[in-house]
């Protein structure tokens, strides 16, 4: 039987980057992963679903190119080609993270883990059972769809994420439950390749956890595609028609009930973790997702776990940080968990960026704030490409002035975060972010103006 210093179960952006950082540090590591490397973000989540809006993109550059002189006539769209295209970055993509981990001496096993309580783990691989032993252990295993209890949720045409983005043609009607960040991305994507598209959405707005308005923001992109959306909407029943379409039976707030028909139904209201395989270790749960300390000690000592299967914040990027962190604990540091600051990001046109705290979230705490925006009608780089749509905003301490939170919407948002989130980190000012010289013409001007704007001293926008 071989033995490890660390093992890692389930190879997605957390886990196998755990792994790869337990071998940098001298572990013999072992990675056991079920499925394919990579996991739900690489495979069925944030890799695809760009590789899918990067057509999107384009057919919008193609409507700017027409305002400036381009004629590019007879566009057809072939769904088929672009899920090759999608297929194929992905297996680019999984043969690097095997790659990655080869390198690194990971030995990666293919099969399901199953936690024995000895500090063994039995793997179920298509050749048999093979055991390992291990010093540490890391929990990466993630989380799947929610499918919520709703009456004829079985009903055929009813999809997940996972199960939409392997669909080879086009739904010529598409309803989504749940219009957060899944929702209204599958929704831009499908409605460019020609579904009519309807969000249903429980909570009075899209994205809800987003700053209000960049939330309001949100509906105004989302209804502008042409995709109908119905907020503060709770749905009761499914029902399968004569033709094989779905019947979805929605309640209004005065209980009123309305029917919507598509020939798909995708499910986008959550996830739940996937704890399977680690029965034996008796490891404390709360609501199903794996309860870890500051230093992502679960109760059993020498058991870490991270990402989706903590529920934490399900982003990948998280993921991986805590990976990390969970691989040099691990090994002996002393790593505490901090998710304070936390970028995340909407890849609909125009994407959204945000991260810290909202303008709500603020005011609850208790925190004086000032704010800044600054509209990309404004921005000369936004002007000259055509993509002027979007406003960028900055919330700090009114005391200390401290930037407490950014919200961007607009071209190039999901990349200009990261400095917004580089400044918090360094606990900078309004100050500090004036005081950068930004380049020009860029996008990311508009971050300094939006922080000059908090002392109403914007330059490229007209004094009120």
């Known amino acids: 039987?071989?033995?490890?210093?660390?093992?890692?179960?389930?190879?997605?952006?957390?886990?196998?980057?755990?792994?790869?950082?337990?071998?940098?540090?001298?572990?013999?590591?072992?990675?056991?992963?079920?499925?394919?490397?990579?996991?739900?973000?690489?495979?069925?989540?944030?890799?695809?679903t760009k590789a899918l809006m990067k057509n999107v993109e384009i057919l919008h550059g193609l409507d700017i190119g027409r305002q400036r002189g381009i004629q590019a006539e007879k566009v057809t769209l072939d769904f088929k080609k672009a899920i090759k295209a999608k297929d194929k970055a992905v297996r680019q993509l999984t043969g690097g993270v095997e790659g990655l981990l080869a390198s690194n001496g990971v030995d990666l096993y293919a099969g399901r883990g199953t936690v024995k309580e000895d500090h063994q783990i039995q793997i179920a691989t298509e050749g048999g059972l093979e055991t390992i032993a291990y010093d540490k252990l890391i929990i990466a295993t993630g989380s799947v769809p929610s499918l919520p209890p709703i009456p004829g949720i079985e009903t055929p045409g009813i999809v997940t994420s996972d199960a939409l983005l392997n669909e080879t043609q086009v739904p010529e009607k598409l309803v989504i439950i749940g219009g957060g960040i899944i929702g209204c991305e599958m929704a831009s994507i499908f409605r460019a390749y020609g579904s009519k598209v309807t969000i249903v959405e429980m909570?009075?707005?899209?994205?809800?956890?987003?700053?209000?308005?960049?939330?309001e923001s949100m509906m105004g992109i989302i209804t502008g595609q042409g995709i109908e959306v119905k907020v503060r909407q709770?749905?009761?029943?499914?029902?399968?028609t004569a033709d094989s379409e779905i019947n979805v039976i929605l309640e209004g707030p005065d209980k009123t009930e309305e029917t919507l028909t598509g020939s798909k139904v995708l499910i986008s209201t959550g996830r739940k973790p996937m704890t399977a395989g680690l029965e034996e270790l008796g490891l404390e749960t709360e609501k199903g997702f794996?309860?870890?300390?500051?230093?992502?000690?679960?109760?059993?000592?020498?058991?870490?776990?991270?990402?989706?299967?903590?529920?934490?914040?399900?982003?990948?990027?998280?993921?991986?940080?805590?990976?990390?962190?969970?691989?040099?604990?691990?090994?002996?540091?002393?790593?505490?968990l901090d998710l304070n600051i936390v970028p995340s990001c909407v890849y609909t046109i125009p994407e959204v960026g945000s991260v810290g705290l909202s303008e709500a979230e603020a005011k609850e705490k208790g925190l004086e704030t000032v704010i800044g925006t600054f509209p990309l009608m404004a921005c000369g780089k936004a002007v000259a490409t055509g993509e002027a749509n979007g406003i960028f905003k900055i919330i700090a301490h009114k005391g200390t002035r401290k930037i407490l939170g950014a919200h961007l919407i607009g071209k190039s948002a999901t990349e200009i975060i990261a400095e917004m989130a580089a400044?918090?980190?360094?606990?900078?000012?309004?100050?500090?972010?004036?005081?950068?010289?930004?380049?020009?013409?860029?996008?990311?001007?508009?971050?300094?103006?939006?922080?000059?704007?908090?002392?109403?001293?914007?330059?490229?926008?007209?004094?009120?």
Not at 203 to 215: G, Q, R, T, Y
Request: glycine content about 10%; aromatic content about 4%; overall charge positive.
């Open 423 to 464: 400044y918090m980190k360094m606990g900078a000012t309004v100050e500090d972010i004036t005081e950068t010289i930004h380049s020009h013409p860029t996008i990311s001007e508009s971050i300094a103006e939006a922080a000059r704007a908090v002392d109403g001293l914007c330059v490229h926008m007209p004094k009120i």
């Open 234 to 240: 709770r749905v009761i029943r499914f029902e399968q």
């Open 1 to 48: 039987m071989k033995k490890y210093d660390v093992a890692v179960l389930g190879a997605g952006p957390g886990g196998y980057v755990s792994a790869i950082r337990a071998a940098q540090l001298g572990a013999k590591t072992a990675i056991i992963e079920k499925k394919r490397v990579g996991g739900t973000c690489l495979n069925v989540g944030c890799v695809p």
């Open 290 to 336: 794996v309860q870890i300390n500051n230093h992502l000690e679960t109760s059993r000592k020498g058991v870490y776990a991270i990402g989706d299967v903590t529920g934490k914040r399900q982003l990948a990027h998280v993921a991986s940080e805590m990976g990390i962190w969970a691989a040099e604990n691990a090994m002996g540091a002393d790593k505490k």
């Open 203 to 215: 909570m009075p707005a899209l994205v809800s956890n987003l700053d209000h308005s960049i939330s």
